[in-house]
């Protein structure tokens, strides 16, 4: 059975720093596109950073140059780092894993990840 298990998050303040960690059992992570994703009350789930087999990582505009996005395969764990945090960055954070061979071009879209996690919160505070 998959499973995807995320921990990490918390509150801090703007400008500050946490790392998100999704630890995968009952399947090799390495082996299928990861995502993150996550959603703020009232809005759309929307894709943070995807991460495909050979390391290669996809990022949203709104998060470029600040997360970044990585796996350990011995650990079977994706990470993702999110540094100089916004307010704006406040949501409920999900890791997502995907077996799909068009993963890498789609993968800001929810539609293509076949399993989740039950995500962690983040908020950020002004």
């Known amino acids: 059975q998959v499973q995807l298990l995320e921990s990490g998050g918390g509150s801090v303040q703007a400008g500050g720093s946490l790392r998100l960690s999704c630890a995968a059992s009952?399947?090799?992570?390495?082996?299928?596109?990861m995502g993150w994703f996550r959603q703020a009350p009232g809005k759309e789930r929307e894709g943070v950073a995807g991460?495909?087999?050979?390391?290669?990582?996809s990022y949203a505009d709104s998060v470029r140059g600040r997360f970044t996005v990585s796996q350990d395969n011995a650990k079977n764990t994706l990470y993702l780092q999110m540094n100089s945090l916004k307010p704006d960055d406040t949501a409920m954070y999900y890791c997502?894993?995907?077996?799909?061979?068009?993963?890498?071009?789609?993968?800001?879209?929810?539609?293509?990840?076949?399993?989740w996690g039950q995500g962690t919160q983040v908020t950020v505070s002004s």
């Open positions: 991460i495909d087999t050979d390391g290669s990582a």
């Open positions: 997502a894993a995907s077996t799909r061979e068009n993963a890498r071009r789609y993968w800001i879209w929810p539609s293509v990840y076949d399993y």
């Open positions: 009952g399947y090799t992570s390495s082996t299928y596109y």
